[in-house]
């Protein structure tokens, strides 16, 4: 029988805290230049003038972090076939230059296929956390698993 | 007077189509790599023996790709203050090297600020669409805009 963490084994509620990402102003400023070159995600001056008081990351960037941490932690140890997206996804404070991140996430609900007997939907509420304990990101993800043959 | 799109120059029900991103294989594997090491995003024959059938972009690379097109084509336009984030992502199609990308958005609603007069928001529908006019991914954007003085 697989190790791996299928449908049936996901438990509503399950909580597990993961991943360490240490943000840097290189890797900050490398993301927005290809992806969102806004000015206070390019230069620290520009974003000392912004409502924001210095360099942040692009959400988009803070989202890719999350991906990073449940790539290594989450994705080797599961029959997960991917996510078919996330709701509400809320960038709730800025992430700086020498932010450590982690992430967090909540098993929300299992939904049983209608018409397949391969896979089941599971919501997972996930939080992206820095050094001080606070929520950068929240969101939603909604992910198939493999049931067990 | 600015000629920037202010929230009261927003009408529900506009649409805008805009951008061209052409995928490459280069850039699906550099992204993979940084932020969603999985096999079908990393390997040309990893993805040809998954069930995507060859390789495709990270589903974070693709709302990436957005990002960029919104960044070049619509903020430079806009006296927007940013997103606060986004209900309702699906990655619906494949999206794999040779794609070509291009955006599209339309307001959906806007909500008046309670407390606050500088800014209102804007809910916006947006769609990636590849060059077969397929929807690979669908979002609805909440987008700060600032208030004309």
Redesign the interface.
């Known amino acids: 029988m697989s190790d791996l963490v299928h449908w049936e084994d996901v438990e509503v509620g399950q909580v597990q805290r993961f991943g360490r990402y240490e943000v840097t102003q290189e890797e900050i400023v490398e ?1 927005a230049r ?5 000015p206070f995600h390019l230069d620290e001056e520009a974003g000392r003038r912004s ?1 924001f008081g210095g360099l942040i990351a ?3 960037h803070t ?3 999350f ?2 941490m449940v ?2 932690h989450v ?1 080797p140890a599961t029959a997960s ?11 709730i404070k800025p992430v700086r230059p020498g932010d450590v991140l982690s992430a967090e996430t909540r098993v929300l609900e299992k939904i049983e296929s209608r018409n397949r007997r391969d896979v089941g939907t599971v919501r997972i509420a996930g939080r992206v956390l820095n050094q001080r304990d606070e929520a950068v990101m929240t969101l939603t993800s909604i992910v198939l698993f493999r049931c067990r043959p």
Do not use: C, K, N
């Open positions: 993301f290809q992806f969102d070159p806004q409502i692009s959400g988009w989202a890719a972090m991906s990073h790539a290594e994705i076939t991917g996510a078919v997206g996330f709701d509400d996804l809320r960038w």
